[in-house]
């Protein structure tokens, strides 16, 4: 007999509520299954690695490696899937004492309320003390019973808590390192890497003739090193680890991919493009002179023979024209082939100085019309003329002076009017993916952290496909001359990874063909005044992608004068038009030459784009 | 694109796996690339269900606050709160070790490129 009126406190203090319990049981079971689903897919994927990779004493652990975590999964599964269970039943567990003790606090309020009501307080009055003594009874029975759920559901966390596991009640649960989250796409682009850099390097030990036949018998994986390239720091690592003979023996026997690998040091790209050169150019002339013979003998060449010999023109007028380049090469300005891919057209960048020990790498990007045959010695004459401005710059400025430039035809820019695919961006969004893997595979081979000690000088349409490079991949300093206009995705000089204030762009005034690519056909009017600076009418308007002009205040440029100018006393002439190289391209031709463009010799826009090119502004301040 | 590339040059490829085999080596390149790639987005969704299990052990304990099974139920989440990373770590290390052994491969298939070239085999340079 219990003397003491019951009271809320004898209930069983329920706290959780079942539908949270419930969810968390849900959520356990199907995590885990989840889990164990991965797994068991890994592990019946990984089953057949036996079949296609096996080297006895390398591999022999690798078919069982999937064995532990696909039991960890299903322990953890099991033991997920069992707790689950016993939270759901601890749930209706839950549900149960609640209602009952919801009942018993109704029936001890109702019990209170008449010893209230007869006079009694905490002292149970005689006749209310039976009804008092069978709520004790039944409080004490849901006491227990919650006591029993909770022991429950204890007992099948301790059972399931694993057989290494301390079960320490009470401790909390933060000593498990935490998940470590790791790229797997790039852990197996590593294995990848791995199987094929190896690969090439024993093949190497053996002779250039080794590889030369695996090439041939592979090409789909020559192809595909270039197409889908292991990152240019692994190259990079690789090829330093790499003997001299072996290092020969892959210029000359994978020359063709080794010529165009980024991470390749570049002095061994120019020996491979060397090497190409040597053999593929006599190698063509040969055929097209057959083609051509057969031709004079009117045999009719079969679609594939015709497909051939146009190609063959193409191949031989690159090679031909690139080895005219490296001709002028001199101990001062050295030229070198350091990227050289014979399809169609056929695609080159030639460097002026040394890449491989340059302080400061600045890529010229040219604009429509330019290929490999016509143009890359007119091109490199220009990169070698901004690389000669740059040195002096840099002697006046007092900083290295050891720079390159490249000559960089590595796109395949649009036809000259009357076609319009200058007015079209499609072709700048290629050729601006070529140039990012391009300024990546400098940082990377260089080891250089990303974007610095790189800039790019762009010419006319260049700087369509410069700025859509640029977006995506960091440069030190951009300089955009006689812009062909910028595509709308990169709506202003902020939407360029290029550092605020780095970013110039220049046009002359008397430039009337770069507003073209913008869509304006403009032409001068007849002015009594300044002929140097003619004014303009727009006559008509064309439809471009691209019509934005990197000189407008809204696009945030900085601007430099390529117009006549006297620079700290000296005179320096202004563009005559739009081209940038005229006086090379005529000189280079055995002509005197009238005009001067860009990048042409005592211009003001070379003297100003030397300065921007190397940080600087064109009065020669350091540009933070 | 590559991964067609690929398995047009495994077919020619595994018409030399015997030779291979008889050598007591085999690469199938495009194939255990395939393998490992499929393994590697298995790894990816397993690394994803790590992260709900986790979530879900939180959500656990956190419905049993001020219960006496709070504490079994944080030392439950202690134990098992490394099984799940413990299999995307597994996982990570198989396509690792594969990694690891590709040099190893590679220097096989390299000489069995030199062999079968050599010996004027018209089939391909190597099992690769």
């Known amino acids: 007999m219990t003397a003491t009126l019951i009271d809320e406190p004898a209930l069983p203090d329920v706290r959780p509520v079942a539908g949270a319990v419930v969810d968390g049981a849900d959520a356990l079971r199907n995590a885990t299954a989840g889990l164990r689903a991965a797994a068991h897919d890994a592990g019946r994927t990984w089953s057949g690695i036996d079949a296609v990779l096996r080297s006895p004493g390398a591999t022999d652990a690798l078919p069982r490696a999937m064995d532990a975590p696909v039991a960890t999964a299903d322990g953890l599964a099991s033991a997920g899937a069992a707790v689950a269970a016993a939270l759901e039943t601890f749930a209706d567990q839950v549900t149960t004492v609640r209602r009952r003790r919801r009942a018993l606090l109704a029936?001890?309020?109702?019990?209170?309320?008449?010893?209230?009501?007869?006079?009694?307080?905490?002292?149970?009055?005689?006749?209310?003390?039976?009804d008092n003594d069978e709520l004790h009874g039944r409080a004490r029975?849901?006491?227990s019973r919650w006591a029993q759920a909770q022991d429950d559901l204890n007992g099948v966390f301790r059972a399931r808590s694993g057989s290494g596991g301390l079960f320490l009640p009470g401790l909390g649960g933060g000593t498990a390192p935490p998940l470590v989250m790791v790229?797997?796409?790039?852990?197996?682009?590593?294995?990848?890497?791995?199987?094929?850099?190896?690969?090439?390097?024993?093949?190497?030990?053996?002779?250039?003739?080794?590889?030369?036949?695996?090439?041939?018998?592979h090409p789909h994986e020559a192809a595909r090193l270039l197409d889908h390239p292991p990152a240019a720091r692994t190259v990079a690592a690789w090829w330093d680890g790499l003997g001299t003979d072996e290092r020969t023996a892959l210029v000359t026997g994978f020359s063709a991919v080794v010529g165009n690998l980024e991470g390749v040091r570049y002095a061994d790209r120019a020996r491979a493009n060397r090497h190409t050169l040597e053999v593929e150019l006599p190698r063509a002339r040969a055929r097209y002179a057959a083609l051509s013979a057969d031709i004079a003998r009117s045999r009719p060449l079969s679609a594939a023979e015709r497909a051939e010999y146009t190609l063959l023109a193409e191949r031989v007028g690159a090679l031909a024209a690139l080895d005219r380049t490296l001709r002028a090469s001199t101990a001062a300005a050295p030229r070198t082939v350091v990227a050289l891919t014979l399809g169609s057209p056929p695609l080159a960048a030639v460097a002026v100085g040394d890449l491989d020990t340059a302080s400061r790498i600045t890529v010229a990007v040219p604009g429509m019309g330019n290929t490999v045959a016509g143009d890359?010695?007119?091109?490199?004459?220009?990169?070698?003329?901004?690389?000669?401005?740059?040195?002096?710059?840099?002697?006046r400025l007092g900083v290295d002076r050891d720079v390159a430039t490249v000559a960089w035809i590595g796109y395949d820019t649009p036809d000259m009017p009357p076609s319009v695919e200058v007015l079209g961006s499609r072709k700048a969004a290629a050729g601006a993916v070529r140039l990012r893997s391009f300024l990546e595979g400098a940082s990377g081979t260089r080891g250089w952290p990303a974007g610095a000690h790189l800039a790019v000088v762009a010419h006319s349409y260049g700087t369509?496909?410069?700025?859509?490079?640029?977006?995506?991949?960091p440069v030190a300093d951009l300089t955009l001359l006689a812009s062909a206009g910028i595509d709308p995705s990169v709506p202003d000089a902020r939407a360029v990874e290029v550092p605020?204030?780095?970013?110039?762009?220049s046009q002359a005034d008397r430039d009337f063909v770069a507003n073209v690519g913008r869509g304006s056909v403009e032409l001068p009017l007849p002015t009594a005044g300044d002929a140097s600076a003619p004014d303009r009418v727009t006559v008509a308007d064309l439809a471009s992608t691209h019509r934005l002009d990197p000189r407008a205040p809204g696009?945030?440029?900085?601007?430099?004068s390529s117009d006549d100018e006297v620079i700290e006393g000296r005179s320096f002439r202004g563009s005559d038009g739009h081209a940038a190289t005229p006086a090379a391209e005529a000189a280079l031709r055995g002509e005197p030459g009238k005009d001067v463009g860009y990048l042409d010799r005592g211009t003001s826009s070379l003297r100003n784009t030397a300065y921007t090119s190397l940080g600087f502004t064109p009065g020669g301040r350091k540009i933070p | 694109m590559a991964q067609a590339r690929m398995a047009q040059g495994s077919t020619a490829q595994n018409s030399t796996a015997q030779g291979s085999t008889a050598q007591g080596w085999h690469v199938d390149v495009a194939g255990a690339q395939a393998v490992v790639e499929r393994t590697a987005r298995a790894g990816t969704t397993a690394q994803a269900a790590a992260l709900d299990v986790d979530r879900a052990l939180q959500a656990v304990v956190g419905s049993l606050a001020g219960t006496a099974s709070a504490g079994a139920a944080q030392s439950f989440r202690a134990a098992r709160r490394d099984d799940a990373p413990a299999v995307v770590r597994g996982v990570v290390a198989a396509v690792t070790a594969a990694a690891a052994v590709a040099d190893a491969v590679a220097e096989a298939d390299a000489e069995m490129a030199?062999?079968?070239t050599a010996a004027g085999s018209s089939r391909g340079a190597g099992v690769r």
């Open chain 1, 107 to 130: 029936d001890i309020e109702e019990l209170r309320a008449r010893v209230s009501a007869s006079g009694g307080n905490d002292t149970v009055p005689v006749e209310h003390r039976a």
């Open chain 2, 114 to 116: 030199d062999r079968t």
């Open chain 1, 555 to 560: 696009w945030r440029a900085r601007i430099f």
């Open chain 1, 500 to 505: 605020r204030g780095h970013v110039w762009a």
């Open chain 1, 183 to 217: 790229d797997l796409a790039g852990v197996a682009r590593g294995f990848d890497d791995a199987l094929r850099l190896p690969l090439l390097r024993q093949l190497a030990a053996r002779g250039p003739e080794a590889l030369g036949r695996w090439a041939a018998e």
């Open chain 1, 464 to 473: 369509t496909t410069a700025t859509l490079a640029v977006a995506q991949t």
């Open chain 1, 376 to 395: 890359i010695e007119a091109w490199t004459a220009g990169a070698g003329n901004l690389r000669e401005a740059q040195r002096s710059a840099a002697d």
């Open chain 1, 141 to 143: 029975r849901l006491r």
